[in-house]
């Protein structure tokens, strides 16, 4: 069955350092997005990406925030300057274009990003 | 989107059904009912939707009210696997084709062996 994957399992970087989560949705997929969950609490939606740009993001993407679609597979996801509260999982999800129905979100096994 | 209750957390006996419920009493004609869950150190997984009808799939099964303001996920036989955070979210599909999907959170469910 396909899936997204998503690299590293796991970053330890040090505070005001820039990070660059990778993701690779599945194939024939056309919408792109990103959530992270802090320890403990809910899932957060953070952009959504599709035609080669940023359609939809939340309050939590601010300036230190970049998604990027460098090549026809990869995702990514760069904190520029990171701080320790951006420790969490981010999780990269990939959805295909709805025909007649709507279409169910595919998600990685994210990323746990921990800022020291 | 339209709003989704659930309870915070249900517990069931392995390999016996499981109700989970979800309240949609603002739910639009054209919203989809959703349902993901979220194992342990996991990313959320999609189990099932519906617009109208029932639906049923290898993982679960979705029964619709038929004035569309509840549903209820059913897990046949629970297992342990099946342990777990569970999400019903509306969808208004379709307005915006690239939308995210909104989690809440969520039913704990706990499978006692």
């Known amino acids: 069955e396909p899936e997204v994957t998503q690299t590293p399992s796991h970053q330890v970087t040090q505070m005001g350092q820039e990070v660059i989560l990778r993701c690779v949705p599945i194939?024939?997929?056309?919408?792109f997005y990103w959530y992270r969950q802090i320890l403990g609490q809910k899932v957060e939606f953070l952009v959504s990406?599709?035609?080669?740009?940023?359609?939809?993001k939340s309050e939590i993407f601010d300036d230190q925030f970049s998604v990027e679609r460098p090549d026809g597979s990869n995702f990514t996801l760069k904190i520029r300057s990171t701080k320790l509260e951006d420790s969490a999982m981010y999780f990269c999800?990939?959805?295909?274009?709805?025909?007649?129905?709507?279409?169910?979100?595919?998600f990685g096994q994210g990323t746990r990003l921990t800022v020291v | 989107d339209a709003k989704t209750t659930q309870p915070n957390s249900m517990e069931s006996n392995e390999e016996e059904p499981v109700h989970l419920p979800c309240n949609h009493s603002?739910?639009?004609?054209?919203?989809?009912i959703h349902w993901y869950r979220q194992l342990p150190s996991q990313g959320p997984e999609y189990v099932i939707h519906?617009?109208?009808s029932n639906v049923n799939n290898r993982m679960a099964s979705l029964a619709i009210a038929e004035d569309r303001k509840s549903s209820t996920l059913i897990l046949h036989r629970a297992t342990l696997r099946d342990a777990a955070v569970y999400y019903c979210?509306?969808?208004?599909?379709?307005?915006?084709?690239?939308?995210?999907?909104?989690f809440g959170p969520g039913t704990s469910l706990s499978v006692i062996p």
């Open positions: 999800a990939s959805r295909e274009v709805p025909r007649d129905r709507d279409t169910e979100a595919f």
């Open positions: 194939s024939n997929h056309l919408y």
């Open positions: 990406f599709y035609n080669n740009e940023i359609s939809e």
């Open positions: 603002t739910i639009s004609g054209t919203d989809y």
């Open positions: 519906g617009l109208t």
């Open positions: 979210i509306l969808r208004e599909a379709m307005k915006t084709s690239y939308d995210k999907v909104i």
